[in-house]
T-cell receptor
Framework: RKEVEQDPGPFNVPEGATVAFNCTYSNSASQSFFWYRQDCRKEPKLLMSVYSSGNEDGRFTAQLNRASQYISLLIRDSKLSDSATYLCVVNADSWGKLQFGAGTQVVVTP | GAVVSQHPSRVICKSGTSVKIECRSLDFQATTMFWYRQFPKQSLMLMATSNEGSKATYEQGVEKDKFLINHASLTLSTLTVTSAHPEDSSFYIC????????????FGPGTRLLVL
């Protein structure tokens, strides 16, 4: 079983619509959670950290469910520029080692 | 955000040659640098953790004699792929983390290696 699992997608989303997807993690001791965005053939870029109480950053909302060990990302009012692969990232230890999911591809269409 | 650079951005080499990739943190002191490898449509896989002034810690299955890591200063870490083979062709990405940045890691732009 992978440490961090994601639905690879693609999620095809009409422009302006809402899309949400989850990620599950296996290490119950994980303390830090992140969503990164990766464009084709580029490096990952931090989209947002995920806090226990859930948090919002503009059109993006992240939630954490520790009991079920999953985190979610919701994108409202999707823009064409939101098309990317979204990586779920979980810390593996206290030294900063991160574990990455394989990513969920989102394609926003006109 | 913090800036991390990598050089070269892409390299094509013949099988058997060695390739050195540099990772620099440009505006902060990176006490820890991480080296990842990503094959197409797969997740980033951590290869090794590099702390300034000490030996790198390699992940299971990563050959330390093949992937030489040097972290001689707080702003520079290098990864040398020795005697590269076609199966080493991949996207190599470094990330840096410094004390002032907390847990957040910032990634370099990556190096695309193609071994013929």
């Amino acid at each position: 079983r992978k440490e961090v699992e994601q639905d690879p997608g693609p999620f095809n989303v009409p422009e302006g619509a809402t899309v949400a997807f989850n990620c599950t993690y296996s290490n119950s001791a994980s303390q830090s959670f992140f969503w990164y965005r990766q464009d084709c053939r580029k490096e990952p870029k931090l989209l947002m950290s995920v806090y226990s109480s859930g948090n919002e950053d503009g059109r993006f909302t992240a939630q954490l469910n520790r009991a079920s060990q999953y985190i979610s990302l919701l994108i409202r009012d999707s823009k064409l520029s939101d098309s990317a692969t979204y990586l779920c990232v979980v810390n593996a230890d206290s030294w900063g080692k991160l574990q990455f999911g394989a990513g969920t591809q989102v394609v926003v269409t006109p | 955000g913090a800036v991390v650079s990598q050089h070269p951005s892409r390299v094509i080499c013949k099988s058997g040659t060695s390739v050195k990739i540099e990772c620099r943190s440009l505006d902060f002191q990176a006490t820890t640098m991480f080296w990842y490898r990503q094959f197409p449509k797969q997740s980033l896989m951590l290869m090794a953790t590099s702390n300034e002034g000490s030996k790198a810690t390699y992940e299971q299955g990563v050959e330390k004699d093949k992937f030489l890591i040097n972290h001689a200063s707080l702003t520079l870490s290098t990864l040398t792929v020795t005697s590269a083979h076609p199966e080493d062709s991949s996207f190599y990405i470094c990330s840096s983390r410094g004390n002032v940045l907390g847990e957040t890691q910032y990634f370099g732009p990556g190096t695309r290696l193609l071994v013929l």
